[in-house]
């Protein structure tokens, strides 16, 4: 039972209705509850590719090098006020902002602010396979593999207390734009040292230490994560005093907690709750276009999906509208290629063709499967920000696909063994997705379907085209946007081509609030900050 948290919820509760005491009355008016889904898988986002890790922990925990303005999507300055690069594009250096502090909390007391040790520290990490904490943690960083840090980065090296610079073997068009993702969190090298020191180093990622708005005080797992603001922080300090992650996997429990105020903000509403949240005269409802993409993908590296009349009479069998209105409750729109209207590289002549029974199974017959078939369909547990119930979605697909004869056995399984499933490659079909981490359609692009992203985990049908990573590569070499567009439309082309795999829907980013809730920041690349967040 989770004593602590119903004991808080119960004070803020009574601070409420009976004025018991000031003390309650206060500590109501400077915590915030926000009702997620899931737990993080870790509590550095460098290790995982989890929307509710990076909700839980990038923006409250740590700060990047250069972070995005939400109007405009522009870079603007973060813990690095300024940077220049070479005129060959090979090398950046970042002038550090000056006093910034790292949490103190009972585990550690830093002994000085950010330096450019931090930041080498942090990137080295991921880089150099020979250092000390490299392996620690599994040696995996989904996002950085994804982009081919390893190969892009020759080099972190400190210029001096406040200067650090980056050496590239090629120049990369996005590179900026990769320091400013929630991946690309800033650690405490002094930390490190004290870790390795005291034999613990996997305490890194588990009891974190960061710059950001907030500090960890306690975590009892899959029940609630509970922060304290960071006083010395260098925007400010919150203006909350305790922030709490409650996590509550069923939608509909998230939401009675919202209506009867135990939960005073609530990620991802089901786009079914979406009537009764704009009826409630207590609740808003925060609604933005996401960049993201939910999508059906068949393993192209094993029979018969390694077959292309295959993938197409799939597709032909879908009927996606039933999709967007019996599970996104038209809260997003049709997807017609990975990329969505709101990408600056959004192919209008990509149009995904209508759904064709007789067609498809025409097709698998000239494919030689006029018998039917069984597969299993792969899909997380839970909702995503991309697909907000991957079961029901699930069965929809089910029973399309029935009326071909083909029997569909749906496994929902969570993050981490989904991930070891697709790794291994023995995989039928999955219902995935993905979420942009920037405004460049290379997030969405590389990470669903580079040849890399087989190994890291992300691209779930396999498809390897060594024409599409050359468009992705070819476009990160241009400083012009238009031959940049040329390329990564060309890309898009060779993947719809080739039904590399099968886009479903562009969902809504939406968050529901109490009205009493001012300043909360719905971020346009995933997160909320609560930095100015507070309580009327």
């Known amino acids: ?16 209705c009976d004025g018991e005491s000031n003390g309650h009355r206060q500590l109501a008016q400077e915590s915030l509850l926000y009702c997620i889904a899931n737990a993080p898988l870790s509590f550095n986002p460098q290790l995982v590719m989890s929307t509710e890790t ?7 925990l740590y700060n990047h090098l250069l972070s995005l303005d939400p109007s405009n999507q522009q870079l603007m300055p973060s813990l690095a006020t300024q940077w220049q690069r070479d005129d060959d594009g090979l090398r950046y250096r970042f002038t550090l902002r000056k006093a910034v502090q790292f949490h103190t909390t009972p585990w550690f007391s830093p002994s000085r602010p950010l330096t450019a ?11 150099d396979k020979q250092h000390p904490y490299h392996e620690v943690g599994g040696g995996r960083y989904p996002f950085f593999s994804g982009v081919n840090w390893s190969e892009l980065v020759s080099q972190v090296r400190v210029i001096d207390a406040h200067q650090v610079e980056f050496i590239l073997t090629r120049p990369d068009a996005d590179f900026l734009s990769y320091l400013a993702t929630d991946y690309a969190v800033i650690l405490s090298a002094e930390y490190g040292e004290q870790l390795l020191a005291a034999g613990t180093p996997k305490q890194l990622d588990r009891k974190p230490i960061g710059t950001g708005p907030f500090k960890l005080e306690f975590y009892r797992p899959d029940e609630f994560i509970r922060y304290y603001r960071h006083p010395d922080y260098w925007r400010g ?12 996997p069923k939608s509909s429990k998230r939401l009675a907690k919202l209506l009867s105020g135990e939960c005073d903000a609530m990620a991802n509403p089901a786009a079914s709750q979406l009537a009764v949240i704009e009826r409630h005269p207590d609740l808003l409802l925060s609604e933005t276009a996401g960049m993201n993409v939910s999508v059906l993908a068949l393993n192209t590296q094993k029979a018969p999906f390694n077959d292309i009349r295959v993938r197409k009479a799939f597709s032909l069998a879908l009927e996606r509208q039933d999709i967007l209105r019996a599970v996104y409750f038209n809260a997003g729109e049709l997807a017609e290629s990975l990329l969505p209207p709101t990408s600056w590289t959004y192919d209008s002549t990509l149009v995904m063709p209508p759904a064709n029974l007789d067609r498809a199974r025409w097709l698998l017959k000239q494919a030689g499967i006029s018998e039917g078939m069984s597969i299993t369909l792969l899909m997380p547990a839970g909702e995503r920000s991309y697909n907000p119930d ?12 029935a009326k071909l004869g083909i029997k569909v056995s749906l496994q929902p399984l969570d993050e981490q063994l989904l991930r070891r499933k697709l790794l291994a490659g023995s995989h039928d079909a999955v219902l995935t997705g993905w979420s942009a981490d920037t405004p460049n359609p290379d997030n969405i692009l590389r990470n669903l379907l580079s040849c ?33 567009r040329k390329h990564y ?8 081509q080739d039904m590399a795999v099968i886009p479903l829907i562009h969902s809504q980013r939406l968050l529901s609030y109490r009205r009493q809730v001012k300043g909360l ?16």
């Open 489 to 496: 439309q060309l890309g898009q082309m060779l993947a719809y």
């Open 521 to 536: 920041q719905l971020l346009p690349y995933g997160g909320v900050a609560f930095h100015r967040a507070y309580k009327e």
């Open 237 to 248: 300090q919150p203006i909350l005093k305790q922030l709490v992650f409650d996590i509550t």
């Open 390 to 401: 991957g079961l029901k979605t699930g069965q929809i697909i089910q029973q399309r696909l």
């Open 452 to 484: 890399r992203a087989i190994a890291a985990g992300t691209n779930a049908s396999r498809w390897c085209q060594p024409l599409f990573e050359q468009q992705l590569d070819l476009a990160l070499t241009e400083s012009s946007q238009d031959k940049r």
């Open 117 to 127: 040790d931090d930041v080498a520290f942090t990137f080295n990490r991921i880089l």
């Open 54 to 60: 990076l909700d839980a922990t990038a923006h409250q």
């Open 1 to 16: 039972m989770r004593v602590w948290l119903w004991g808080l919820l119960s004070s803020l509760l009574l601070a409420g």
